[in-house]
């Protein structure tokens, strides 16, 4: 959809060759990646009619003033990045990303920074690099690991089934968790944690804001809060370079005094602030940033351009990710898109499942269905399906619905094999999604799939 409205723009002359030239570069590459996104392209990959389509192009090309409204969900697909990339560089073509009416709104405009900027300051810089899971996995795979602290739930990974049996090869595995989770069955040692209302804290929200979080309850048995294990761990392993601290005040107060952006962020004006105080705030009495974060009127890069040509990035552009039965590696025996995500009453793998307050708003592990799709296959509405992967399968009920385009399917993410509820107990959907990382999103999802009665 932004590509072709890239394209559009550009044959019907409507922007500012000059000013593009100030704002971006990588323009001959966003117009070759352009090119090949006609309307009635367009319109055959959203479903919508070429009229439909015309008419939002032609508003967007006249419109003086254009905010962009991006869901979380794009950053979630396979290829979102490269659509989030376009569009950037829609926005950034018409000069609709500087100043008032103008801009994009994101679910989420990230957590604040300054953790690495503290551990740098009191423990000194990281003598080796971090490693990421993908290196983590190969490692485990081969049995060269000899201890590993699982802190969140393996089955977010793809091929998750796969992540387990890799883990059962590490000499030594200490789960610390919430409930009684699929990761316990790899672990030699559990260690129970306390949630957020059974300790006191500062915790961030979606738009960098930071809010402090007393204590409700204590918390059960011998749990302890986060601050305490972690500094009673880091003060048995490193004496010498960890901090001493005696509650999350104290360990508060020593993040703001040293990093420069949290030095007006102490706990008395988080505590009076039901709202939460907007990272940066290096200075008291200063206003929060809120709005645009381009407030000299230039972009935030070393040159004041957007660069539409990273390497990193690959081409401008979009093509189907691997596994999907419409890209180049496409497997006929899975014809179908599988797409899986969040939904309004659970969040993701653990958390949620386990409350029956939660629980008795599920109807269990479903599947949403086009009748297009589900009419040459034999199913009808609430049948029993199986949903298979080239990694697995998962039995789900079919619910058919238009809401959903032909040839796509949706299913839940959040259910959990341990759940105490029936309502969100499922094979988790990581265990039939194939470990297909794409390189610049981390991301898995949109592979192929078929459909089957049960």
């Known amino acids: 959809m932004a590509l072709g409205a890239i394209r559009f723009v550009l044959e019907n002359g409507a922007f ?35 009229d439909a389509v015309t008419a939002f192009y032609r508003t967007l090309a006249e419109s003086p003033r254009t905010i962009i409204w991006m869901g979380g969900c794009l950053s979630r697909y396979t290829n979102g990045l490269q659509s989030i990339r376009a569009i950037i560089a829609l926005q950034a073509l018409r000069d609709n990303l500087i100043g008032s009416g103008r801009g994009l709104l994101t ?27 993908r290196r983590l996995l190969n490692t485990m795979k081969k049995g060269n690991l000899d201890v590993l602290f699982l802190n969140s739930s393996y089955r977010r990974y793809p091929d998750c089934t796969g992540v387990a049996e890799a883990i059962k090869k590490v000499g030594f595995v200490v789960h610390r968790g ?54 009673d761990i880091g003060r048995k392993l490193a004496p010498e370079t960890y901090p001493d601290f005696t509650g999350p005040e104290e360990l508060s107060e020593r993040f703001r005094n040293t990093v420069p952006s949290w030095r007006a962020m102490s706990v008395s004006r988080m505590r009076q602030s039901p709202d939460g105080l907007i990272w940066p705030q290096p200075e008291e009495g200063a206003q929060e940033r809120i709005g ?17 040509d990273l390497k990193l990035m690959g081409a401008f552009g979009w093509t189907p990710p691997k596994g999907n039965p419409h890209g180049a590696d496409a497997d006929k025996e899975y014809p179908l898109v599988l797409t899986q995500g969040k939904v309004v009453t659970q969040w993701q793998q653990t958390m949620t499942n386990f409350a029956a307050s939660l629980a008795q708003f599920s109807r269990g592990r479903y599947v949403l269905v086009h009748p297009d799709t589900a009419k040459p296959l034999g199913i009808a509405h609430g049948d029993t399906v199986r949903i298979k992967t080239a990694t697995g399968s998962v039995e789900a009920v079919a619910e058919l619905t238009a809401s959903i385009r032909p040839g796509i ?40 799939c078929t459909l089957e009665k049960a």
């Not at 407030?295 to 539409?308: C, Q, R, V």
């Not at 959040?414 to 988790?428: E, I, L, Y």
């Open 178 to 231: 919430f409930f009684k989770t699929e990761e316990m069955d790899v672990a030699d040692l559990f260690v129970p944690a306390a949630f957020g209302p059974e300790s006191a804290g500062s915790h961030y929200g979606a738009e960098k804001q930071v809010v402090w979080r007393d204590k409700c309850v204590d918390a059960p048995g011998s749990c302890v809060p986060d601050w305490q294990f972690y500094r």
């Open 107 to 133: 679910m989420e405009g990230g957590k604040p920074e300054g953790e690495k900027e503290f551990v740098d300051a009191v423990c000194g810089p990281a003598k080796d690099s971090g490693v990421n899971f």
């Open 409 to 448: 399917i949706f299913t839940p993410s959040h259910f959990t094999g341990t759940s105490p509820h029936a309502a969100t107990r499922s094979k988790p959907i990581n265990a039939i999604l194939p470990n297909y990382w794409d390189r610049v999103s981390a991301q898995f999802n949109g592979v192929g």
């Open 292 to 308: 645009t974060v381009f407030t000299s009127g230039t972009y935030a890069t070393e040159n004041g351009k957007i660069p539409l």
């Open 16 to 50: 500012d060759r000059a000013r593009v030239d100030e704002s971006i570069t990588g323009f001959e590459l966003m117009e070759k990646g352009a090119q090949p996104w006609s309307v009635d392209k367009v319109a055959q990959a959203t479903g919508l009619s070429e």
